[in-house]
């Protein structure tokens, strides 16, 4: 198939806020064009976009993977499901052979540190085996699995010893993927041929200006104290700042196409179900938000602006634009960020980019992005920009390589 990407830019105005912790419990942060920005991780967007799926029903819970350590017990789950006479130890042993023939290695959890775990530990049954590192498993690869340990369940050891029914439990494990390990990809350090190429790269979102971080003292009172308690029952501080994000992702649509290999479901085309991944992506990494201490500071925000190329060329970000720190002069940044990517991306489009298979659309909110609204075809809503782009690429799929 021919490579085409789906390149995803968004400016995203955020309050005081923390939505993504560093080691000391600050809004991360990063220093670039010479200034120190507000950071939020790639992973905690990535994390936010998965919920999104979930939370939104984007995507049926079938079409959905599940990242864990416990991946023995959640799979028991599902052998329990399949064949509800299993009782639970069994069906722990059963997952637990079962995990061990995909190639993936387990051990007993690491006890906890204190007296109390340690104890409640010791009068607990034997710990259940888990993976050294979270593992990603499709629904669909779940149930395979399920079936495949119920199948043997009468001696599942002599069972995985065939390497026909061994090979059978790799194979489940490597196909079917669900949309989240398509796009997202999975690393199995244990079992490498198992592993799936990310078919997203998420940048970390900074902010297109200057920013310190804050910290807010508080005071928080004991309701039950009485007349004679004067004072506050505890005091704190939390670090916060507030910025305009320039958030960038780049969808390999080809790779995605290439790991959901045969599609979801029986009765769809190859293409239907690559064109809803792309759907529900579009808009769950637009829609989603960290929710680091939000009920501290409640900043449901979404993007001002969002611009989508489709390119046969390599993805490019446009966070170069804000090398040199908007300065927000005029009080608000918003609108200096948004001639600054008017300027910047014809001018790299020029250099770079080829006008001739590059489709762009532009959702956009409020007259600070007005000069925004040439860069590309202008979508009245966030339903409009996600139909176009999903009939594009269903277009571009079914051209002939």
Partial sequence: MTRFYLDVHALQTVPPSNLNRDDTGAPKSAVYGGVPRARV??????????????????????ELGVRTKKVVEVLADYIRDADP?????????????VIVATGLKIEAPKRKTSAKEAAAEDDAAEPVPQSKYLMFLSARQLDGL????IEGAADIKAFLKDKDN???????????????IALFGRMVADSADINVD?????????????????????????????????????????????????????????QLAANLGEGL?????????????????????????????INTFGHHTLPDAVIVKLRTTRPISFVAAF???????????????????????????????????TLTWVLRVGPNTQKLAAIGTETASINELI?????????RLEKPA
């Fill in 265 to 293: 479901r029986d009765d769809e085309s190859r293409t239907t179900p690559v064109r809803r991944a792309v759907e529900a992506f579009v808009r769950g990494f637009t829609g989603s938000l960290p929710t680091g201490k």
């Fill in 387 to 395: 139909t176009s782009i999903g009939q594009a690429v269903a277009e």
């Fill in 198 to 254: 990310a078919a997203v790269q998420v940048a970390h979102a900074i902010s297109v200006h200057r920013v310190e971080n804050e910290s807010d003292y508080f005071t928080a009172v004991d309701d039950h104290n009485k007349d004679t308690e004067p004072g506050a029952g505890m005091i704190g501080t939390v670090d916060f700042n507030s910025a305009t994000l320039y958030r960038y992702a780049a969808l390999g649509v080809h």
């Fill in 166 to 180: 061994k090979a059978r439990a790799k194979q489940i494990a490597d196909t079917r993927h669900s949309v989240d």
């Fill in 323 to 357: 090398e040199e720190p908007v300065r927000g002069n005029q009080g608000g940044h918003v609108s200096e960020a948004s001639a600054r990517l008017a300027e910047y991306i014809p001018d790299i489009e020029r250099a770079y980019g080829n006008d001739d298979s």
């Fill in 85 to 97: 006479s299993q009782g639970q130890a069994d069906a722990l042993k059963l997952a637990a052979e």
């Fill in 146 to 149: 399920a079936r495949l340990a």
């Fill in 41 to 62: 991780s790639s992973q905690a967007w990535k994390k936010a976009t998965r919920d999104y799926f979930k939370a939104e029903s984007l995507l049926d819970p079938s």
